[in-house]
């Protein structure tokens, strides 16, 4: 039986992995700030709720000790995220000022290492020990100089920002952790709250769609790929 955690995990992309997995066959950590809504999923899903702040080390803590008494660890998805967004006479904006952005580096990317560096220990008992970090496209140095890709076409100051350093944390850590197998994933244009509207008016595509890539990339054998960032159709450049 394979034992996963989903950070962010009660809506959106987070919440159609978990819904997957548990298809799969996988035990389910359904990780989640808010203990109601997060409760309400995993009883939908079928998944284990537990209680997980990415930005609070207590909380981090407490989660992974509830996930090692449950029996370990094999699967990690660091899907947690957020955008930082403002409603201008012109529409919706990124917010910009310091506050903002350091919020959306603590969820986005040093909430990555609090969680990881907390499951390393679990995931290195595994026989086949995985993490999947949620990328974008916007964090990516090719696919913002590329013209076909929709990322060149939409400057971003802080979110595109700390979806690189997401990048270079997969390539450090595949690195350091040989032991563990450490890819980055883009998703795709997915119709979630993140998006700054609400699903009904995103342009983007399903979560149920975009979550076939996290899932592919959580699912990997021993023999599968390290230190990649990969989207639908394969690897994405960096």
Not at 53 to 67: H, K
């Given at each position: 039986?394979?034992?996963?955690?989903?950070?962010?995990?009660?809506?959106?992309?987070?919440?159609?992995?978990?819904?997957?997995?548990?298809?799969?066959?996988?035990?389910?950590?359904?990780?989640?700030?808010?203990e109601g809504r997060g409760r309400a999923a995993a009883e939908e899903l079928?998944?284990?709720?537990?209680?997980?702040?990415?930005?609070?080390?207590?909380?981090?803590?407490?989660?992974?000790?509830?996930?090692?008494?449950?029996?370990?660890?094999?699967?990690?998805?660091?899907?947690?995220?957020?955008?930082?967004?403002?409603?201008?006479?012109?529409?919706?904006?990124?917010?910009?000022?310091?506050?903002?952005?350091?919020?959306?580096?603590?969820?986005?990317?040093?909430?990555?290492?609090?969680?990881?560096?907390?499951?390393?220990?679990?995931?290195?008992?595994?026989?086949?020990?995985?993490?999947?970090?949620?990328?974008?496209?916007?964090?990516?140095?090719?696919?913002?100089?590329?013209?076909?890709?929709?990322?060149?076409?939409?400057?971003?100051?802080?979110?595109?920002?700390?979806?690189?350093?997401?990048?270079?944390?997969?390539?450090?850590?595949?690195?350091?952790?040989?032991?563990?197998?450490?890819?980055a994933i883009e998703p795709g244009i997915t119709a979630t709250e993140l998006?700054?509207?609400?699903?009904?008016?995103?342009?983007?595509?399903?979560?149920?769609?975009?979550?076939?890539?996290?899932?592919?990339?959580?699912?990997?054998?021993?023999?599968?790929?390290?230190?990649?960032?990969?989207?639908?159709?394969?690897?994405?450049?960096?």
């Amino acid at each position: 039986m394979t034992t996963t955690l989903i950070t962010g995990a009660n809506k959106g992309l987070g919440k159609e992995t978990a819904r997957r997995l548990v298809e799969l066959g996988h035990t389910v950590y359904l990780g989640s700030r808010d203990e109601g809504r997060g409760r309400a999923a995993a009883e939908e899903l079928g998944a284990r709720f537990v209680q997980l702040d990415v930005t609070d080390d207590a909380s981090v803590a407490a989660a992974l000790a509830q996930i090692e008494a449950g029996g370990g660890l094999d699967v990690l998805v660091n899907n947690a995220g957020i955008a930082s967004y403002e409603f201008t006479e012109t529409g919706v904006g990124e917010k910009t000022d310091g506050p903002s952005a350091l919020a959306v580096f603590d969820t986005n990317v040093v909430g990555i290492i609090r969680v990881t560096q907390a499951a390393l220990p679990l995931l290195r008992e595994s026989a086949n020990p995985v993490v999947v970090n949620v990328g974008s496209a916007l964090g990516s140095f090719w696919a913002v100089h590329e013209d076909s890709r929709p990322a060149s076409h939409f400057p971003t100051l802080v979110y595109g920002p700390s979806k690189a350093a997401v990048s270079m944390l997969t390539v450090q850590y595949a690195k350091a952790v040989p032991e563990v197998k450490f890819n980055a994933i883009e998703p795709g244009i997915t119709a979630t709250e993140l998006g700054g509207g609400e699903p009904g008016d995103h342009p983007g595509r399903p979560a149920s769609e975009s979550a076939k890539i996290v899932v592919k990339l959580a699912t990997i054998g021993p023999d599968g790929p390290t230190g990649t960032f990969q989207e639908d159709d394969g690897e994405l450049g960096w």
